[in-house]
């Protein structure tokens, strides 16, 4: 009964400002799991249930029951818009975001805008639909229609990997300019002078964050960059390659945006019997299953997958339990590791390289492990 002792409880509770992620504090666990302990919505352990009660009794918190009622009638259903999931990274996302939501109770809807903003709206509209309790959206090049028709509904959502300027929403992204940066600096540090960027859209915000990082460098070492905007046309992007490969200042190392571009470039390598890493090096953001299976193995900028998501997490979930706190930005750093396909320029790079002349060349081309 809630009786005049949990009123006086409740008046001090509310004078002092404590709040359900002091609760999640002080017990030390997550805002969710504390949810979870005052709800009953998903197993809890008993050693995690006292030490959530622990830090009720002793911070005299009350629980809004009012809020409690809401989220009881709540989907349980959340949901998740990317772009699609052919990179590894894309799809490390999908399956931790699954796996998290699962183990505390949620299903997931998986939805893709394929880049496009009108697709993402119409996704977004479909998600709200469906009632989902809160979601996570990779933006497409111009999101604002669905980000201002999830803040007209009041939906929860955590924008990841793709920062916007929108100040409305929690957003968990990586820091792409520091990491371009770094990559290009370890190039320029073993002798490399000339950087190709190949990349799907010169208009999207992470890859103009990319753009920026090579311009740092610019600034600090006498380098040459360049760049191959191919908008989904391999074969485009193949005769563009080719021309940089047979130019006369041939680039003697390339960073490619994600592992779908990797692949195809290393299919493109092979073809015109340009050696990796002796005549180019080659460095790729994401790090797939198959970078370690092919020879010289693949050097990769690898993207936090699992961080990503976790931080993802736990701003959904403080927004879905409708806890007042400033939007966040939460900014990952991706870790880089060289591997086979980057070396040090062979003496008289400088010169340009004919494809059609070398491909019957039997030099360390990119092979598979069988």
Known sequence: MYDRRMAAKARKASASGVRIKDVAKAARVSVGTVSHVLSGSAHVSDA???RVQKAIDALGYVPNFHAQRLRHTSSRVLGICLPHTS???LNALSETFEEIASRNGYGVMHVFSRHDPATELDRIKELVHYRVDGLLLMPSPAPREALDFA????VPLVIVDRPTNDARFDQ????NRAAMRDAVLRLADLGHQRVLFVCRSRSRLVTRHRMAGLADVRRKRRIETSCIEFQNDDAFLRDELTRALRGRKAPTAVVVSNSH????LLRFLG???VACPDELSVV???????ATL????LSVVRQPAVAMIEAAWDLLIQRMSRVRTPVRTVALEPALEFRGSVAAPLSGASTSRDPARTASRAGSRLRLLR
């Not at 571009?261 to 195809?264: G, H, N, P, R, V």
């Open 87 to 89: 990179t590894s990274y």
């Open 48 to 50: 995690l249930k006292k």
């Open 172 to 175: 968990v992204t990586l820091d």
């Open 284 to 290: 790729a953001f994401d790090d797939p299953e198959w």
């Open 151 to 154: 803040a007209r509904k009041d």
């Open 261 to 264: 571009q990797a692949s195809l």
């Open 294 to 297: 092919v020879r010289p193995t």
């Open 271 to 273: 073809d015109l019997g």
